[in-house]
């Protein structure tokens, strides 16, 4: 088990991998380190184990208040593209995990913090929880993937609105606009993360890991995401697990999937 400085990780009985960000004195922004050691702590899914990640915050404040702004000081613009890439880079690596991710948001969730939370397969938030891209108050604009997951999230009028205004909404307010899948108070925040995790963790392993990458598609244009889809349906269609479901459901028994 990698020995981490800012983040904490756990493997329950389930299988169901927590990352829990471990700065709450700093409302756990998102240092360089931070982002460095959860780049690591993903690679923990990988194990066969592992069905599942939960990734949340330490301390009842924030799941993450944004990046560490003390880092920002004295930045030039090669600086700056290298920050926002090696971001970019880590946040999509959490998006192209095969299994799911359910980010489980408790308080602030802020620029970067925002941007962890979108990159997750799934959100579930506290009824304190509060979401925002606060970037052009600092005279800058989101770096992590924020200009582009929140209007494929939110729709583009929502999305242009909280970029622009870096304005927060609540925990409500963003289950309304789509930006998060459950409201939950706070002691229920982790269970009904880890459900979430279980409940698409029973389904055929290779079948989920096709439907993530075929929503990562969705974003082409029509023609060319069908075709994705056609190609992975047929990439199911070789598995053991498809003949398995499809027995199982003609027979009236419960499928036990083996993930190939």
Do not use: W
Not at 171 to 181: D, F, K, M, P, T
Not at 223 to 237: H, K, V
């Amino acid at each position: 088990m990698p020995d981490f400085q800012t983040l904490q990780t756990e493997t329950d009985a389930d299988g169901v991998l927590t990352i829990t960000l471990d700065r709450p004195d700093a409302l756990n922004a998102l240092s360089q380190q931070l982002v460095a050691e959860l780049s690591k702590a993903l690679r923990l899914a990988r194990q066969d184990s592992v069905r599942g990640v939960v990734i949340t915050g330490a301390g009842e404040k924030a799941f993450a208040a944004g990046a560490d702004i003390g880092e920002f000081a004295g930045m030039e613009p090669l600086d700056a593209h290298r920050f926002a890439a090696r971001g970019q880079a880590v946040f999509s690596g959490i998006e192209s995990t095969p299994k799911p991710v359910v980010a489980a948001v408790n308080g602030f969730a802020l620029g970067g913090g925002c941007e962890l939370a979108m990159a997750c397969h799934l959100r579930v938030a506290s009824e304190t929880a509060q979401f925002g891209q606060p970037e052009v108050q600092l005279g800058l604009i989101a770096g992590y993937g924020g200009t582009q997951r929140l209007p494929r999230l939110v729709g583009r009028g929502i999305a242009t609105e909280m970029l622009l205004t870096g304005d927060r909404v609540s925990a409500q307010r963003a289950y309304e606009i789509g930006l998060v899948n459950r409201v939950v108070p706070a002691e229920e925040l982790i269970p009904t993360a880890k459900q979430f995790v279980l409940t698409i963790a029973s389904k055929a392993p290779v079948a989920v890991a096709m439907t993530l990458q075929a929503l990562r598609a969705a974003d082409l244009p029509l023609p060319q995401g069908l075709q994705q889809e056609a190609a992975l349906f047929a990439q199911c269609a070789a598995t053991e697990d498809f003949a398995e479901g499809v027995g199982a459901f003609l027979n009236r028994e419960t499928p036990q999937f083996q993930g190939r």
